[in-house]
Each structure stands twice: as structure tokens, then as C-alpha cells.
């Protein structure tokens, strides 16, 4: 009780500017840490009472603090006129039936932490999961894999549009379409990693070979039926699609309905045949649709309707799957697509009143209509595998290239990857190579859990795929003319072209960006605005209730966080990591803080209207991957016991992120109008990130350019020859040899320098050097070996004239 005195006579003495003082210095941090309420009446009614205010100032605080405190009086006086309002200015987001679903489908992992504005960095980077490989998935890799990948000539199938027999019959044998098909049913059973691995390997080798055995893994027939089918329809399918007896196509995409899978006009009608038997009489015209010019079955999407309603169930019974066999009276193949000359089959296929039965829906009579719900919760999950995995092994397979090459093409008397220019282009190939391999296994290890995180998904297929575009492209720029002239000795150009196939399939970049990662995201991961907007839609005025106040406070939180944070950038902020990575999570931390606030303002003042404006939510999108994007690559850096070589690596691709981060913060506030034009400016004076320096950019370039275990490391997974007869082997091998001599050629500059031999080009003075006893014979030999591989290394391809 002397206490209470003491500070009472205390808060009596104060004047004005020390009340305020006393607010400022006390609020921001309750606000930080998230006080509860009632501390937040405390302080102020220490305000009024340092204030001297007169009794009525006492008597509004005692029914504010009893309005607020007193849920059925808050909810009667305060939330429902609020409710009311809110749904008669529509300024909460409306969720269609398709939305909802996919909504639905998926699962929050750390996303939500990242969108929270106080993610828990201790349990993300300690707790959440950093997987590795089975004994049984790398001894795959190790045997079945590599024999795959050597026996693809990657050219040559390009040149004949298809795989020889003996790669299609191994395919099937050694189950590469059955990865995730249970063991009990034949299949390999791998884990999501496996899985990836696999893909990564095969996409370092030939595109066209990750695809094909990518697809029948990713959304189709296995997949479905592993989650929704039969027990029928399992026994009999899984083992045959196991065994390769049965080739799986699945049939989405439409000339009028691509990204908008909903508008499809693919159709069945429920009718019964002579016997009794419910039947399903089919139209579809598909296209883009990959193996299915060769397949066995059919998964098919389309709108089953049940016009005399014979299944009791209404007569527009939405979106259903069913499996279709391929040799079914009515359906078209035989005709394909020419993906930019890439020779994986990708084809249309009609079917003009196909009468399959009941029985072939997915799921049997009560999957019907359930067919937009599976394709969701199948996508949630896959999209974080296929494309992703694809990206990560063609930038292993980029790094290690320039890397090589780099190191043994010369211009101007000395290796190119001492050239500033090329160094530059280098960092971004190695440090995004790190962050690709990163974020895919981070993600692997959540779907190993049991998660379905479709927005993380979202963000992994949209950036894996602009990253890898990035990569190849400065790939390209490095090679030269080694890179555009096609034949067996380029090994970038078949990459190069099947760029764009990764960017368009899976939900195309440009919608992913502004309408899913985002659009989804500030829905599904934000803590409380799905329940308000559930409440809204199920005029539920206690759940809106509880959501909008705690929303309120959860603002309150983020904004004081987003201005100490900004004051202090991040210093003062949890950071349970390795020295290396502190000053990133710390700035994460502000980041999370200022994007969560601004994705609230935003959604209070556009409301629903944000939903339509795409660009604001392409830049919002932009912020959020590359929070999650930094994360995945500490996380890895943490995992792989924070390694010094490492160091570089992680943090070039932290300082990108950040300056990504900070890119967005500035094309949000510049564009969301003048109430924003405080941020703005405050964005552009105190920057979260600036982006990486040169100094970093050149040791990252450095180190790609070393032969030893931190390059292995870098580019561990991917297929590398063991002969010099292939174009990747024959690189690395004379990149070898001529690191290994480097002394020795040391020795002939220093001699040419001392004018004891003549300024010609180390190759032209090999003997010379030798018979003046600069270098011994031995030497010699080994430099005239190195020198000869590198010229072999660097040689292109040439063709007669036709």
C-alpha cells in the first residue's frame, strides 16, 4: 500500500510534457510485449489521475473500462453497430465458394508467424523441421537415378523428340512413377525430400526427363487416388501406376479456362444406362496436358451435372474427378504440343460423349462434386516439390557450370571470373543457388510433418521459378557464345529454353504473385481476419466480437513494434542464432512488424477493394516471400552448423532478400495514396536492407571458382559424369587441371614478367619454359594436359551444311 502512495504523490507532482513523457516511455513498451488490456486501463487511469481530471473524466473511464471489460455489454453496444456497418460498406474481403476452398484445403505453418508481425524465431529456427535423407531414398539416387541420367543423352533425345525404349521401359521398372505410391501398393513411398531429390537429380540431367517423371508424381491419378479414392479403385490402380503398367495424364487446363479452372467447360451428365447401372456421359476438350498423347488413363476434371437428378443430390453437382481409361470409346489423343522444342509429351485430348460409369469418379458416388477440393489440397502440398525441385537442380547444375568455366576461359590475358562484370552475375547464381536448395528443403521438411502450407507452396513455385530465370539468364551471359550454340558439348541451352514451361505451369507467376500469395495469404495466415470474415458471411456477432478486438490489439502491438523497431533497426530484437545470422533475424523482425501492419491498414482502408488491386498485393506478396525466402536460408545456414565458408553465401542472399524487402515497402507506400506519405519517406531515410556489397558479390564469386568441398557442398545432388566424354565432365575435369597447375603456370608469368621468356600466352610457351628450365618435364606435361582440356572444354559444336 506504501507503494501505491508513493507512486500516486509521484504521479501528482507531474507536469504536462512529463504526463506525456511518462505515456510515451511507458506504452511503447507495454504495446511491444503485448500487455493485457486491463494494464492498459491501470495506465490510464494514472493519466487522469496525473492530469487532476474532475470527476465525470473518472465516471466516463469507469463505463468505458466496464463496456470494454464486460463482453455481452461490448458486443451489444460497440460490435454489433460496428458488425452492421462493416457488412453494409463491404470493407472486409467476400470469399466465393471456389476461394473458400482453397482456403479450406491448405494448413498456416510459418507463414503465419512470418504475417503475426512477432514471428518466434526460437521455435522456427530450433524446432521446425530441417530433413535429410533416408538410407533407402539415397541409395535410389546413388543406383537407379545415375543409371537413368547416364542413359540420357539429353541432345540427342532433344534432336529425336522422345526417349529411346530401354530409358521408358527403365523408368517403369525401377518405379520412378511410383515415388509416392505406398509400399503395400508397389510404390516407392518416399518422403516429400526423396521425392524432391530425385526431381532435383533428373533437372540437372535433361528437363525433359524431370518432367516426365515429375508429372505422374505431382497433381494426377496417384495423388488423388492415394487421399480421396476407393478401396477398390486403389488395389486396382496404385500397383499398376507402381509398375508403369498404367501411364497417368491429368486433364485440367482448357483453351477457355486456364488459370481460371473454375470457367472450365469440360462436362458430365448423369444418366442410366439399359441395365441400371449410373453412368456418366463425358465432353472435354483439354489441352497442355502432359503424357497424355501416351497415356493409359485419364484423371479428368470437369462439371458433372445430374439434370433428373438421379443421385438425389441436386443437379449441378460442381467440379468432379473421375479416371478415365484412355482406350475408352470417344477419346482423342494422338496429337501433341511443341513446348519451345522441349521433348517431354505435352498434348490436347477431346473426348466427344464418353459413357464411363459411376463407378470411375475418384472417390466413388461421394466424391462427386468434391473435385475443386481435392485439386486444392493436392496442389497445397505439391507445389512446393515439382518446380521448385526442378530450379534447385538446374541452379546447382548452372553454379558448378560458370563456376568452371569462370575459372578457365580467358579474355584479355586472364580467367573471366576475375572480371568484376562476371563476378556480379556469379553471386546471384551462387548465393540464389543456396537459398533455392534452402527454402526447397525447409519446405520438404513441413510437408514431411503433415503440413499443407498452400501459401509457403505458393511462394516457393512463384520464386523458385524467377530465381531460376535469373540464374539461367546470367548463366547464358557468362557462357556466350558456349552458351547459344546448341549441340552435345552446351550444356545451358536446353535449361534455357524450358524456362518458361516453369513459369507458366502450376498457377501462372503473375497470378500466383498478386492473387494467391498474398490475396490467400492475408487471409489464411493473418491471426484474425478469417474469423471476421466468417463472422460477417454467418452474421455471427459473437465471433466477430472476439476476433475484432483482439484484431485491434494485435494492430496496437505491430505498430509500436514497427516504431521501436524502425528507431533501433532491430538491434534490441530475439535473435537465437549464430553470431553470423543475428543481425538478419533482427531485421526480420522489424520486417515481419512493418508488414504486418501495413497489411492491416491496407485491409482496413480498401477493404474488399484490395482484392482487385493486383499490384499493391504483387508488392505485398513480394515483401512476404522474401521474408520466408531469408528464414529458409538461415534456417539451412543454422542446420549446417553455421559454417564459416558458408558465411558469404548466407549472407549475400540475406542482404538481396532485405533489399527485396525493402523495394516493396517502397512501391506499397508510394502507390497506396497521400496518408501514406509519412511511411514513405520514413521507408526511404531508414532502409531495412541496401543489398549486397561488392566485397560480398566478389567472395561468393571467389569461392564458386575453388575446387573442394565447399563447391561439392554447394552443388551436392546433381548428376555429374565421371567421363570426359560429356560435355559437364569434360568442363569439370579441365577445370580441375587447371587448378591443379596453377603454380606451374605461375612460373612461366613470373618468367615472362622477368623477361626471361617473351609476353605470349602461357599455352604458346610451354615448351619454351620447359627447355629454359623454368619448369620441369613433368610440369610441362601436366600444363600441356590442362591447357589441352581447356580448349577442349571451351570448343563448340559446328554442323555441316544442310
Known sequence: MEIVNIGLNWLSGLTVGEIILYYIVVAIPMAYIAVPYVLWLVLAGSIIYALGLPMLAWQIFAVFALVTLVRPLRRNIISRPLFS?????????????????????????????????????????????????????QAFLDGPVNKLCAMVDDFKVTEAGDFPKKVWDFIKKEKFFGMIIQKKYGGLEFSALGHSEVIAK???????????????????PAELLTHYGTQEQKDYYLPRLADGIEVPCFGLTEPRAGSDAGAMSAAGEVFKAKDGTLMIRLNWSKRYITLSGISTVIGLAF??????????????????????????????????????????????????????????????????????????????????????SNCAGGGKLVTRTTGAYAAIRKQFGINIGKFEGIQEAMAQIG????????SRIFTCGAIDQGAKPAVVTAICKYNATEIWRDIINHGMDILGGAAISRGPRNILANPYFATPISITVEGANILTRTLIVFGQGAIRCHPYVLQQVQALQNNDVILFDLAFWKHIGHVVRNKNRAIVLY??????????????????????????????????????????????????????????????????????????????EDIPFMAWSCEYALKQIQDGFQGLFANMGPLFAIQNITTRINPIGSGPSDKLSQKVAELMQIDGDQRDRLTTGIYMPDTDTEALGRLDQAFKAVAKTEPIAKKISKAIRKKQLPKQPIYMLIKAAKDAGIITAAEAKALQDAENRRFDAITVDDFPIK
Open 202 to 220: 533428373l533437372a540437372s540431367r535433361s528437363t525433359a526427363l524431370a518432367i516426365t517423371v515429375m508429372v505422374p508424381n505431382s497433381l494426377g
Open 85 to 137: 456497418a462493416l457488412k453494409a460498406l463491404n470493407l472486409l474481403p467476400v470469399i466465393s465458394e471456389t476461394e473458400q476452398a482453397a482456403i479450406d484445403a491448405g494448413t498456416v505453418w510459418i507463414d503465419g508467424e512470418l504475417f503475426s508481425g512477432k514471428p518466434n524465431f526460437k521455435r522456427i529456427l530450433k524446432e521446425e523441421v530441417y530433413p535429410t535423407l533416408s538410407a533407402e531414398e
Open 303 to 388: 462439371k458433372l451435372n445430374d439434370p433428373k437428378k438421379l443421385l438425389g443430390k441436386g443437379e449441378h453437382l460442381g467440379i468432379t474427378c473421375a479416371l478415365i481409361p484412355s482406350n475408352t470409346k470417344g477419346v482423342v489423343l494422338g496429337r501433341r504440343h511443341d513446348p519451345l522444342g522441349v521433348p517431354f509429351f505435352n498434348c490436347p485430348t477431346d473426348g466427344s460423349d464418353v459413357e464411363v460409369p459411376l463407378s470411375t469418379v475418384i472417390g466413388g458416388e461421394q466424391g462427386v462434386g468434391k473435385g475443386w477440393t481435392m485439386l486444392m489440397e493436392s496442389l497445397a502440398a505439391g507445389r512446393g516439390i515439382s518446380l521448385p
Open 567 to 644: 528507431f533501433t533497426r532491430g538491434l534490441f530484437s530475439c535473435a537465437p542464432v549464430s553470431k553470423p545470422a543475428k543481425k538478419y533475424i533482427k531485421k526480420l523482425n522489424w520486417a515481419s512488424a512493418k508488414f504486418a501492419l501495413a497489411a492491416d491498414i491496407a485491409l482496413g482502408t480498401m477493404g474488399g477493394e484490395l482484392k482487385r488491386k493486383e499490384m499493391l498485393a504483387g508488392r505485398f506478396a513480394d515483401v512476404f516471400s522474401w521474408m520466408y525466402l531469408a528464414t529458409a536460408t538461415i534456417r539451412r545456414f543454422e542446420a549446417e552448423g553455421s559454417r564459416k
Open 431 to 438: 548465393a540464389m543457388t543456396y537459398t533455392l536448395d534452402a
